[in-house]
């Protein structure tokens, strides 16, 4: 298999190399090509991959590009994680939407729909390259956010694309610790878009065992994902955390108005971690890695490659076309929820009914997520003010004028029509 990296160069990339490593025998590699403009990352990431690929004795041959073209060549997949505008923009996104009241957050509110705008047509054209230059039957696996918007992009432009996302994998992981039993025994019953999803549902062999966990252990699963336990025990689910932006907004704003931005943790974790990779000495996985984020990101993708290659029939949880799941969205909007790979394609698992709140929410997220995509690939600060108001977390038109503004004049210099 010839799996390429675009964003190659990410602080991320050792993550999934360490993956390839431990499971080697799920997903045999026989080329890793990573892909990436800047060409000093690329060689800083590229050369500490290398020494961990080495000394976990796995065969792969190792390739650094900034060439897409030659990067996407003959691929049988192709990943792509892009943050378009780096740490800078993520930044922005965190902190102008103050200025009118809402929460900074990169995939959520109006941050989201600036990462939107500057990300669709770069991923966009990376793909049209998969699609001229990849193997016929290659797959785009798109882990760059907002996870359902690009999803839906590409799979409107004809790519064979799907979505993934770790915060599944994440609840799985810890469900299965706390059972005591392998993270393959645990299904879940995972519903919604992408970063606004409930657990229904946690299956250990069949039998839901969520039920009694909200009995015996409902401040600590409120504790988890930060929200009150009077909610979680009213809703019977458990919300992901990315919730809390919805139903504890006003406390979330005031947090942020009070401490550093997610990215400037970040940004100081990353020159840490390429301070470790050009340390040519090192080649294990280092700890501070764990700090970065997207926990269990390789072993996500490896199941979500396997399924592809036919290594296992197990659901995954994945961004796909509704396709009549969820009966209140159309059937092209992409959802995440669990399927199984299928004759090329994947197909949803069924989904019980869902109650008005969530379902509420849902469709009201996703009239917004229409209206972004629309944006990104059209332009234009109407469309981009009629997204912003559409937001749940926005609404008034007033202040979807000024975060229009406030997004338009931090993100300028990415949108080719501004």
Request: overall charge negative; charged content about 25%; aromatic content about 6%.
């Given at each position: 298999m010839r799996l390429t990296i675009v964003g190659g160069g990410s602080t991320y990339t050792p993550e999934l190399i360490d993956g390839f490593i431990r499971l080697r025998d799920e997903l045999p590699i026989e080329e890793i090509v990573l892909v990436d403009a800047d060409r000093s990352r690329l060689e800083l990431v590229g050369g500490m991959s290398r020494r961990m690929l080495a000394r976990g004795g796995h065969p792969a041959r190792l390739i650094t590009t900034d060439d897409l073209v030659a990067g996407v060549a003959d691929a049988d997949a192709v990943l792509v994680q892009l943050r378009v505008g780096g740490q800078d923009a993520r930044e922005q996104d965190e902190s102008w939407p103050h200025d009118a009241d809402c929460i900074g957050q990169e995939t959520t509110g109006p941050g989201g729909l600036?990462?939107?705008?500057?990300?669709?047509?770069?991923?966009?054209?990376?793909?049209?390259?998969v699609r001229r230059h990849a193997r016929p039957d290659a797959w785009i696996v798109d882990f760059t956010n907002p996870v359902g918007i690009v999803t839906r992009a590409l799979l409107q432009a004809g790519h064979r694309a799907v979505g993934l996302c770790n915060v599944a994998i994440g609840f799985q992981r810890r469900f299965a610790a706390e059972a005591g039993v392998a993270p393959e025994r645990v299904a879940l019953a995972h519903v919604g878009l992408n970063h606004l999803t409930w657990e229904r549902g946690v299956f250990v062999d069949g039998e839901d065992i969520l039920p009694r966990a909200l009995e015996t252990r409902l401040g600590d699963l409120a504790a988890d994902v930060d929200l009150a336990p009077a909610l979680l025990a009213q809703l019977g689910v458990i919300p992901s955390y990315y919730l809390r932006y919805y139903y504890a907004h006003d406390e979330v704003l005031h947090e942020q108005r009070h401490a550093a931005t997610r990215a400037q943790e970040v940004r100081a974790i990353e020159q840490e971690l390429l301070g470790i990779y050009a340390d040519e000495?090192?080649?294990t996985k280092p700890e501070i890695l764990e700090r970065r984020g997207g926990a269990f990101y390789s072993e996500a993708a490896i199941e979500l490659l396997g399924a592809i290659?036919?290594?296992?029939?197990?659901?995954?949880?994945?961004n796909l076309r509704n396709d009549g799941v969820l009966p209140f969205l159309p059937d092209d909007h992409v959802i995440?929820?669990?399927?199984?790979h299928v004759d090329g394609r994947f197909v949803a698992e069924p989904v019980a009914q869902l109650p008005d709140d969530i379902a509420g929410l849902i469709g009201a997220v996703a009239g917004y997520?229409?209206?972004?995509?629309?944006?990104?690939?059209?332009?234009?600060?109407d469309r981009v003010l009629r997204a912003m108001r559409a937001h749940p977390l926005v609404l008034q038109h007033d202040r979807a004028e000024k975060l229009t503004d406030l997004l338009l004049a931090a993100n300028s210099r990415f949108l080719e029509w501004a």
């Amino acid at each position: 298999m010839r799996l390429t990296i675009v964003g190659g160069g990410s602080t991320y990339t050792p993550e999934l190399i360490d993956g390839f490593i431990r499971l080697r025998d799920e997903l045999p590699i026989e080329e890793i090509v990573l892909v990436d403009a800047d060409r000093s990352r690329l060689e800083l990431v590229g050369g500490m991959s290398r020494r961990m690929l080495a000394r976990g004795g796995h065969p792969a041959r190792l390739i650094t590009t900034d060439d897409l073209v030659a990067g996407v060549a003959d691929a049988d997949a192709v990943l792509v994680q892009l943050r378009v505008g780096g740490q800078d923009a993520r930044e922005q996104d965190e902190s102008w939407p103050h200025d009118a009241d809402c929460i900074g957050q990169e995939t959520t509110g109006p941050g989201g729909l600036a990462k939107a705008l500057r990300t669709v047509p770069v991923v966009l054209r990376i793909a049209e390259a998969v699609r001229r230059h990849a193997r016929p039957d290659a797959w785009i696996v798109d882990f760059t956010n907002p996870v359902g918007i690009v999803t839906r992009a590409l799979l409107q432009a004809g790519h064979r694309a799907v979505g993934l996302c770790n915060v599944a994998i994440g609840f799985q992981r810890r469900f299965a610790a706390e059972a005591g039993v392998a993270p393959e025994r645990v299904a879940l019953a995972h519903v919604g878009l992408n970063h606004l999803t409930w657990e229904r549902g946690v299956f250990v062999d069949g039998e839901d065992i969520l039920p009694r966990a909200l009995e015996t252990r409902l401040g600590d699963l409120a504790a988890d994902v930060d929200l009150a336990p009077a909610l979680l025990a009213q809703l019977g689910v458990i919300p992901s955390y990315y919730l809390r932006y919805y139903y504890a907004h006003d406390e979330v704003l005031h947090e942020q108005r009070h401490a550093a931005t997610r990215a400037q943790e970040v940004r100081a974790i990353e020159q840490e971690l390429l301070g470790i990779y050009a340390d040519e000495s090192v080649d294990t996985k280092p700890e501070i890695l764990e700090r970065r984020g997207g926990a269990f990101y390789s072993e996500a993708a490896i199941e979500l490659l396997g399924a592809i290659r036919g290594v296992s029939d197990a659901p995954r949880v994945v961004n796909l076309r509704n396709d009549g799941v969820l009966p209140f969205l159309p059937d092209d909007h992409v959802i995440e929820v669990p399927a199984r790979h299928v004759d090329g394609r994947f197909v949803a698992e069924p989904v019980a009914q869902l109650p008005d709140d969530i379902a509420g929410l849902i469709g009201a997220v996703a009239g917004y997520e229409r209206l972004a995509l629309d944006a990104a690939l059209h332009g234009g600060r109407d469309r981009v003010l009629r997204a912003m108001r559409a937001h749940p977390l926005v609404l008034q038109h007033d202040r979807a004028e000024k975060l229009t503004d406030l997004l338009l004049a931090a993100n300028s210099r990415f949108l080719e029509w501004a």
